[in-house]
T-cell receptor, first 110, second 117 residues
Framework: TQLLKQSPQFLSIQEGENLTVYCNSSSVFSSLQWYRQEPGEGPVLLVTVVTGGEVKKLKRLTFQFGDARKDSSLHITAAQPGDTGLYLCAVPNAGNMLTFGGGTRLMVKP | DAGVIQSPRHEVTEMGQEVTLRCKPISGHDYLFWYRQTMMRGLELLIYFNNNVPIDDSGMPEDRFSAKMPNASFSTLKIQPSEPRDSAVYFC???????????????FGPGTRLTVL
């Protein structure tokens, strides 16, 4: 059973479109992180959300933590080719471990 | 800071050969993680160290895999003997000591793409 389910798995859109990807679970988490992984590189942290209902913005990216702290969404406004990559959500586990979702692979075509 | 350094970036080997992957974490980080990433299984934690001591190796797939951290600035992941199903991208990551329930940022290296023929 996947602890974190990300949807959609794949998304291909044109430059300028808006999109939302989701990270869902039946468990409650103390915090949740979003990472972006570009082709040929390791994941890089985008944001950490810790409070239910919290909204954080990073330029054209908007992150929201669900009120019950079981899910999160990432919305990208006016997507650009540079947004192409694998978007991963992650939650803390025992110790200092992270459990990652399966990821959403985004391609933005010029 | 140079970030997490991994070598080699690419490794192609034949089934049965020994493979050693290397990692230099960010200086001052107390935690070091080894992950494996495949299309089928995503990003999986293999093992992690705290202050050079292995804490959880439950993700290591089998006895063919071993990891060491002889000092704070170096770790190795060894596969002996290697098999085609070990083909994947292997990442090393490091982080500062965790505080409370909030996870600290993990800083990933660029990965080693391993192909076992």
């Amino acid at each position: 059973t996947q602890l974190l389910k990300q949807s959609p798995q794949f998304l291909s859109i044109q430059e300028g479109e808006n999109l939302t990807v989701y990270c869902n679970s039946s468990s409650v988490f103390s915090s949740l992180q979003w990472y972006r992984q570009e082709p040929g590189e390791g994941p890089v942290l985008l944001v950490t959300v810790v409070t239910g209902g919290e909204v954080k913005k990073l330029k054209r990216l908007t992150f929201q933590f669900g009120d019950a702290r079981k899910d999160s969404s990432l919305h990208i406004t006016a997507a650009q080719p540079g947004d192409t990559g694998l978007y991963l959500c992650a939650v803390p586990n025992a110790g200092n471990m992270l459990t990652f979702g399966g990821g959403t692979r985004l391609m933005v075509k010029p | 800071d140079a970030g997490v350094i991994q070598s080699p970036r690419h490794e192609v080997t034949e089934m049965g050969q020994e493979v050693t992957l290397r990692c230099k974490p960010i200086s001052g980080h107390d935690y070091l993680f080894w992950y494996r990433q495949t299309m089928m299984r995503g990003l999986e934690l293999l093992i992690y160290f705290n202050n050079n001591v292995p804490i959880d190796d439950s993700g290591m797939p089998e006895d063919r895999f071993s990891a060491k951290m002889p000092n704070a600035s170096f770790s190795t992941l060894k596969i002996q003997p290697s098999e085609p199903r070990d083909s994947a991208v292997y990442f090393c990551a490091s982080s500062l000591i965790a505080g409370g329930p909030r996870a600290d940022t993990q800083y990933f290296g660029p990965g080693t793409r391993l192909t076992v023929l």
